[in-house]
T-cell receptor, first 114, second 113 residues
C-alpha cells in the first residue's frame, strides 16, 4: 500500500515563527502536492512538484514556499506564520505512470497559529 | 477550463437508506474520474475511480459509472451505515490538468441510526 506520512498531526505555533511541515512518501511517486483545507472553501492547492528540485505554484502560494531535495520528501515552509494560516494542511503524492494521476494523501497536519 | 460540480450538503439519511451524491464535470479531453472520502480528522482516501466512458468503479459497496453523454459520475450505495458518515469529494484529471486533480467542493454525508 502507498504510504504518505506527515511529520505532525497537530501543531501550534506563534505568529512570526518559521514553520516546517514535512511529508514523506514511500512509493517512488514523481508528483507531490500541498493543499490546505478550510471549512466552506474545499481543497486549495498551495504548491506542487513533479520532480526533485522542481516546483510549481498552485492557487494560493502567497506566504508559503516549498523544498524538494529528495524524491520522497516534500516540505512546506511558512516563512513567517500568521493567524490566517491556521488550517488543515494535506500532503499528497501521485505517480505519472498509468495516466490517471490519482493522488494518495497523508493524514493531515492541523496547524494553529496564535 | 475543467471543473467539477457536486451536490451541496449536508446530506442526511437514515441507516439502510439508498444514497446518491451527484457529480457532473466539464473537461476538454477524456478525463479520469474519482471519488475520495474523508472521515473526520483524517486525510482523503481514494474510494473508487473510472478511467474511460461506461466504466464502473466500485469499492466498499459504493459504485459510480462514468457517463460521457451526461458528463456525470454519481456516487451510489444501496444501504448506508452510520460508519459511512464522512465528506465525499468528486475529482477529475486529464492531460490538460498538468498532473493535477480538479476537485469538487465536497459533500458532507450524515447517517443517523
Amino acid at each position: 500500500d502507498v504510504k504518505v506520512t506527515q511529520s505532525s498531526r497537530y501543531l501550534v505555533k506563534r505568529t512570526g515563527e518559521k514553520v516546517f511541515l514535512e511529508c514523506v512518501q514511500d512509493m517512488d511517486h514523481e508528483n507531490m502536492f500541498w493543499y490546505r483545507q478550510d471549512p466552506g472553501l474545499g481543497l486549495r492547492l498551495i504548491y506542487f512538484s513533479y520532480d526533485v528540485k522542481m516546483k510549481e505554484k498552485g492557487d494560493i502560494p502567497e506566504g508559503y514556499s516549498v523544498s524538494r531535495e529528495k524524491k520522497e520528501r516534500f516540505s512546506l515552509i511558512l516563512e513567517s506564520a500568521s493567524t490566517n494560516q491556521t488550517s488543515m494542511y494535506l500532503c499528497a503524492s501521485s505517480p505519472i505512470a498509468g495516466g490517471s494521476y490519482e493522488q494518495y494523501f497523508g493524514p493531515g497536519t492541523r496547524l494553529t497559529v496564535t | 477550463g475543467d471543473s467539477v460540480t457536486q451536490m451541496e450538503g449536508p446530506v442526511t439519511l437514515s441507516e439502510e437508506a439508498f444514497l446518491t451524491i451527484n457529480c457532473t464535470y466539464t473537461a476538454t479531453g477524456y478525463p479520469s474520474l474519482f471519488w475520495y472520502v474523508q472521515y473526520p480528522g483524517e486525510g482523503l482516501q481514494l474510494l473508487l475511480k473510472a478511467t474511460k466512458a461506461d466504466d464502473k468503479g466500485s469499492n466498499k459497496g459504493f459504485e459510480a459509472t462514468y457517463r460521457k453523454e451526461t458528463t456525470s459520475f454519481h456516487l451510489e450505495k444501496g444501504s448506508v451505515q452510520v460508519s459511512d458518515s464522512a465528506v465525499y469529494f468528486c475529482a477529475l484529471s486529464d492531460l490538460g490538468s498538468n498532473y493535477q486533480l480538479i476537485w469538487g467542493a465536497g459533500t458532507k454525508l450524515i447517517i443517523k441510526p
